[in-house]
């Protein structure tokens, strides 16, 4: 299972009503790589990212995450999958070290306390938010949220990192952050995908590029490489 | 072998979702304080006769607990989906029935404590003596309480999401609690010297069968409503 | 495969179009037993001893519980069989049958007040089966607003299949309460606690009743196959046809 691809998708197509969020995408990518997805707003990334985290099941198509079957064995892919979308998913009326907590106990619910606010103390160091653990997260700058679920991340020590925009209302220190969980993430043979606009900051840790438009994934260095023709049935 | 990890699971959803309501402390007020206000309301509406309102008791401070308990469901997944919590919880390891178990426990919780308050308040403002009839009443609290959260937090999950989710709560949930009311309120009036023969074994038995058929149906149909 | 859902076009067995022809047909039926179960309960039957020909309400009112039972049958069958199988046409079956069994609901309360107002005396009484009837009504407008409000085509299906199924076991539940909540009612309305050519006429019309809602009932996923077909060819359009193939 280990020699499995992280991600392998074949034709898969998401729909939201009567909108094709994702239109076919065929994609494979391997343990050790950090893919930087491209793609103007609405262009399906935020779908593509739902669905690798077992979020969403596919409309049409098959995959494996890690080598389990999305869909049928989506309960054996969360455990190895950590997202951090849009929103930074925190409670506001509980403080960042009890929202660490609760994730925690959620992902390890047989750890004892001390093992596990030590690796909550361990987590906030990183990523420089000690000093206000212990206030609630509504109080938070958003930039401080993201922080928070950055460390959230982190903790869960996935082997599939999903990153939707991780970039956003992040400064200079926020951006390196980010880049050094990818780094690490990386080396320590998990696969990342980031999801952004921001090209430059991405391409420092990115491995590949892909590009998503209306649907579809293109290689974004050799140009238009239709997967339409993964949709069952388009070409039979 | 997966039990005790989703049992504890369970716990810390419920933990969670008290710590939340015991920090905002203000939606725990303002349930109680509706619910005294509905009191006062059916009081006025029912007239100043005692023993009138002795009579009616039972019904209204079901109809109270109903109507502000009500407002608790949506809030406990308003919570989640305020800053993209509720897609966080869904990717965690475990059975997502251990959302619903917890959020359950904490509703049941939260109105057990809302109706602590409440039947004393009614106890004064009706003029009821329970006597030896206090142990039952409790009972029958307990046992309605646990079959009216099942159905609330249930429904919820679906009501919380839509846009109509005010209206539509209590459409799709008062009249599942048929049963559960009429019960309640005869075991409760019986219990309360109203009604000194009434079957009270009957309908106790009914809302426990009530409890556990419908606390199976809706742990089996979660997945079915909580997923996307 | 993964398990994801089947959204392949529900007319796999024939289009709908093709049944049109047939259903026509089954509409005729209905109506000419329809006409006949009335002239046999009107002409045929004699008044009753004490409610005289009022007694003749029954003929419809009877009929139409039963078969909004069955329709509410339906929707519970096909709803669990949807959830099984997750086949778009189960949802679209327990749909149909669920406005069908709602719309004769409707008719049997209204029947039942019109009967129980000269009867009875009152247009409403808490009886145990009118009551029932009644908290079945208002389900199902539940389970018709919730699909009302849902636009998602799989949440709405799975969503309605779960409250069809708690709806339709709340029933006997709701009605052994109110039962014993009230434990005066009538005898039961069924053919054999009454008078033969009562029973004949009651038969006649239960057998038009249900042929009229299995009418309806179809007619009703005919029309909501076809919107689904469509929605499916758009659909496919919309996957393929915008990028010029």
Same mark, same amino acid.
């Given at each position: 299972m280990d020699t499995a691809d992280a991600i392998n998708l074949t034709g898969v197509a998401r729909r939201f009503g009567r909108r094709w969020a994702l239109r076919g995408i065929t994609m494979r990518a391997s343990a050790g790589e950090s893919l930087m997805l491209l793609g103007r707003n609405g262009s399906g990334k935020t779908t593509l990212l739902r669905v690798l985290s077992t979020s969403l099941a596919p409309t049409r198509g098959a995959g494996t995450v890690l080598g389990h079957a999305l869909g049928r064995s989506a309960d054996r892919i969360r455990p190895l999958v950590a997202w951090l979308g849009?929103?930074?998913?925190?409670?506001?009326?509980?403080t960042g070290v009890e929202n660490l907590r609760f994730s925690e106990r959620m992902r390890r619910?047989?750890?004892g306390s001390a093992t596990r606010d030590g690796r909550i103390a361990g987590a906030l160091e990183r990523v420089d938010l000690a000093a206000a653990?212990?206030?609630?997260?509504?109080?938070?700058s958003a930039g401080m949220k993201r922080r928070l679920a950055l460390a959230r991340v982190l903790l869960a020590e996935p082997r599939l990192l999903l990153l939707d925009?991780?970039?956003?209302?992040?400064?200079e220190s926020g951006i390196q952050l980010v880049n050094e969980v990818v780094r690490a993430m990386r080396e320590a043979g998990g696969c990342v995908v980031v999801a952004t606009h921001d090209r430059e900051r991405s391409a420092e840790v990115a491995t590949r590029a892909l590009r998503l438009e209306d649907g579809l994934l293109y290689d974004d260095e050799l140009g238009a490489v239709s997967s339409r023709s993964a949709v069952p049935g388009v070409y039979a | 072998m997966t039990l005790a990890p989703d049992l504890r699971r369970v716990l810390t959803i419920a933990g969670k979702d008290l710590a939340i309501e015991r920090r905002a402390k203000a939606n725990f007020n303002a349930v109680v304080f509706l619910a005294a206000t509905m009191l006062l309301l059916f009081g006025f509406a029912l007239g100043p006769d005692a023993a009138a309102l002795r009579a009616a008791a039972a019904g209204v401070l079901w109809l109270t607990v109903l109507f502000s308990g009500s407002l608790a469901f949506n809030r406990s997944y308003q919570t989640e989906l305020e800053e993209g919590a509720l897609e966080t919880l869904l990717l965690?390891?475990?059975?997502?029935?251990s959302i619903f178990a917890g959020k359950l426990l904490a509703n049941l919780v939260f109105i057990l404590m809302v109706e602590a308050i409440l039947v004393p308040m009614a106890a004064v403002l009706y003029g009821l003596s329970f006597g030896d009839g206090l142990g039952g009443v409790a009972l029958a609290l307990v046992l309605g309480t646990i079959g009216f959260v099942t159905m609330g937090t249930f429904y919820a999950a679906m009501?919380?999401?839509?846009?109509a989710r005010e209206v539509l709560l209590p459409l799709l949930l008062f009249p599942m609690l048929v049963p559960l009311l009429v019960a309640a309120v005869e075991v409760t009036a019986a219990f309360m010297g109203?009604?000194?023969?009434?079957p009270t074994g009957r309908w106790l038995t009914l809302m426990a069968a009530y409890d556990v058929v419908f606390l199976l149906a809706t742990m089996g149909a979660y997945d079915f409503v909580i997923d996307d | 495969m993964t398990e994801a859902t089947d959204t392949r076009p529900v007319a796999t067995r024939g289009a709908p179009q093709a049944q049109s022809g047939r259903l026509a047909l089954w509409g005729v039926v209905v109506l000419l037993a329809l006409i006949a179960a009335q002239v046999y309960g009107l002409l045929e039957s004699p008044p009753d001893r004490d409610m005289g020909h009022l007694q003749k309400i029954m003929y419809v009112h009877v009929p139409s519980a039963w078969s909004a039972f069955v329709a509410f049958l339906v929707v519970f069958v096909a709803s669990i069989a949807y959830l099984w199988t997750g086949r778009a046409r189960h949802d679209l079956i327990a749909a149909s049958a669920a406005e069908v069994g709602a719309l004769l609901t409707a008719l049997t309360l209204a029947l039942g007040s019109i009967w129980g107002?000269? +009867? *009875?005396?009152?247009?409403? +009484? *808490?009886?145990p089966r009118l009551t029932s009837t009644a908290v079945l009504l208002v389900v199902f407008v539940g389970y018709l607003a919730l699909r009302a409000f849902t636009d998602d085509f799989e949440r709405r299906a799975r969503w309605s299949a779960v409250v069809g199924i708690l709806g339709f076991l709340n029933v006997p539940v709701v009605y052994l309460s109110v039962r014993w909540w009230r434990t005066i009612h009538q005898v039961?309305?069924?053919?054999?606690?009454?008078d033969t050519t009562f029973a004949w006429g009651l038969r006649v019309n239960a057998v038009a009743f249900l042929l009229l809602m299995i009418y309806f009932v179809r007619e009703r996923y005919r029309v909501a196959s076809m919107e689904h077909l469509l929605e499916a060819t758009i659909e496919e359009r919309e996957l393929r046809g915008s990028h010029g193939v």
């Amino acid at each position: 299972m280990d020699t499995a691809d992280a991600i392998n998708l074949t034709g898969v197509a998401r729909r939201f009503g009567r909108r094709w969020a994702l239109r076919g995408i065929t994609m494979r990518a391997s343990a050790g790589e950090s893919l930087m997805l491209l793609g103007r707003n609405g262009s399906g990334k935020t779908t593509l990212l739902r669905v690798l985290s077992t979020s969403l099941a596919p409309t049409r198509g098959a995959g494996t995450v890690l080598g389990h079957a999305l869909g049928r064995s989506a309960d054996r892919i969360r455990p190895l999958v950590a997202w951090l979308g849009h929103d930074p998913g925190l409670y506001g009326d509980l403080t960042g070290v009890e929202n660490l907590r609760f994730s925690e106990r959620m992902r390890r619910p047989i750890d004892g306390s001390a093992t596990r606010d030590g690796r909550i103390a361990g987590a906030l160091e990183r990523v420089d938010l000690a000093a206000a653990g212990d206030e609630r997260t509504r109080g938070y700058s958003a930039g401080m949220k993201r922080r928070l679920a950055l460390a959230r991340v982190l903790l869960a020590e996935p082997r599939l990192l999903l990153l939707d925009e991780p970039y956003a209302s992040f400064d200079e220190s926020g951006i390196q952050l980010v880049n050094e969980v990818v780094r690490a993430m990386r080396e320590a043979g998990g696969c990342v995908v980031v999801a952004t606009h921001d090209r430059e900051r991405s391409a420092e840790v990115a491995t590949r590029a892909l590009r998503l438009e209306d649907g579809l994934l293109y290689d974004d260095e050799l140009g238009a490489v239709s997967s339409r023709s993964a949709v069952p049935g388009v070409y039979a | 072998m997966t039990l005790a990890p989703d049992l504890r699971r369970v716990l810390t959803i419920a933990g969670k979702d008290l710590a939340i309501e015991r920090r905002a402390k203000a939606n725990f007020n303002a349930v109680v304080f509706l619910a005294a206000t509905m009191l006062l309301l059916f009081g006025f509406a029912l007239g100043p006769d005692a023993a009138a309102l002795r009579a009616a008791a039972a019904g209204v401070l079901w109809l109270t607990v109903l109507f502000s308990g009500s407002l608790a469901f949506n809030r406990s997944y308003q919570t989640e989906l305020e800053e993209g919590a509720l897609e966080t919880l869904l990717l965690y390891p475990g059975s997502r029935k251990s959302i619903f178990a917890g959020k359950l426990l904490a509703n049941l919780v939260f109105i057990l404590m809302v109706e602590a308050i409440l039947v004393p308040m009614a106890a004064v403002l009706y003029g009821l003596s329970f006597g030896d009839g206090l142990g039952g009443v409790a009972l029958a609290l307990v046992l309605g309480t646990i079959g009216f959260v099942t159905m609330g937090t249930f429904y919820a999950a679906m009501a919380s999401r839509l846009r109509a989710r005010e209206v539509l709560l209590p459409l799709l949930l008062f009249p599942m609690l048929v049963p559960l009311l009429v019960a309640a309120v005869e075991v409760t009036a019986a219990f309360m010297g109203q009604s000194p023969f009434a079957p009270t074994g009957r309908w106790l038995t009914l809302m426990a069968a009530y409890d556990v058929v419908f606390l199976l149906a809706t742990m089996g149909a979660y997945d079915f409503v909580i997923d996307d | 495969m993964t398990e994801a859902t089947d959204t392949r076009p529900v007319a796999t067995r024939g289009a709908p179009q093709a049944q049109s022809g047939r259903l026509a047909l089954w509409g005729v039926v209905v109506l000419l037993a329809l006409i006949a179960a009335q002239v046999y309960g009107l002409l045929e039957s004699p008044p009753d001893r004490d409610m005289g020909h009022l007694q003749k309400i029954m003929y419809v009112h009877v009929p139409s519980a039963w078969s909004a039972f069955v329709a509410f049958l339906v929707v519970f069958v096909a709803s669990i069989a949807y959830l099984w199988t997750g086949r778009a046409r189960h949802d679209l079956i327990a749909a149909s049958a669920a406005e069908v069994g709602a719309l004769l609901t409707a008719l049997t309360l209204a029947l039942g007040s019109i009967w129980g107002r000269p +009867t *009875w005396g009152v247009w409403w +009484t *808490w009886d145990p089966r009118l009551t029932s009837t009644a908290v079945l009504l208002v389900v199902f407008v539940g389970y018709l607003a919730l699909r009302a409000f849902t636009d998602d085509f799989e949440r709405r299906a799975r969503w309605s299949a779960v409250v069809g199924i708690l709806g339709f076991l709340n029933v006997p539940v709701v009605y052994l309460s109110v039962r014993w909540w009230r434990t005066i009612h009538q005898v039961q309305s069924a053919p054999s606690t009454v008078d033969t050519t009562f029973a004949w006429g009651l038969r006649v019309n239960a057998v038009a009743f249900l042929l009229l809602m299995i009418y309806f009932v179809r007619e009703r996923y005919r029309v909501a196959s076809m919107e689904h077909l469509l929605e499916a060819t758009i659909e496919e359009r919309e996957l393929r046809g915008s990028h010029g193939v």
